[in-house]
């Protein structure tokens, strides 16, 4: 069961009956933007499912009659993931700013960035709008922003970089011009230690491996559980990227 947005009388009831919140996950795929996920647990006591339920039979019956006037309901607030929630709400400005880079819109960019601190600003999930433009491949928009002061390494609460969003997708362009500006090509997240080329591997993206491998990313880098580029790609049946970064590793005198 997945909750985006206003889900949180459900993920309410979930937690009350036993189920436990997390953050999606990243792990081995492509990174996803933010949601919550609901993972189950062991079954609640009955006692407890038993009175959650008379509870709710109670709160029925004690509802004003249909044709009154319903009260409004009582305003719930937004969780955030836990890394984040410290966070300050963004102004309206940042996240116009946030919402243009994401879809590229260039010229709502260039307006939000009227607010000289916004280049550099991240949302309350601790993202930037260099990330989310790197993340859809908007390559202009992510040479406006670096321009405009935004910091090419900055991270998330997980650890990523522009360049690993960037590299988990099919962004040659995005991806060179990072790298061309400076982004680090060996910087790994804090979660599962990956590096871009591990994002770019495991993606099949053979383009971008072969851009950060021109970049100076290292091949023999291995992730939290000792697995490489490589082995990522062939893995997954990306046999040419697998070659590639094979090749690399015998440049550099190295094998897995």
Known sequence: LSVWGDGNSVVDLWLKIGGVRGVMGYG???PELPSFHLLPMSPPPLPLVLAILLGLVSCRRESPAQDATPA??????EVAPP???AAAAPSVNLETLLNAALEGDIAAVKKALADPQAARAAGPDGRTALMLAAFNNHTETVSLLLDSGAEIDARDPTGRTALMYASSGP?????ALLAKRGAGVNLADSEEHWTPLMFAAAEGHTGVARILLAA???PLAADIDGEDSELFARNRGFTELAGLVAAAKARVGGSR
């Open 171 to 175: 962004s040659d362009a995005t991806v």
């Open 72 to 77: 409004p309901p009582a305003p719930v607030a």
């Open 28 to 30: 081995k795929h492509r």
């Open 83 to 85: 890394a984040v929630a």
């Open 216 to 218: 100076g990313a290292n």
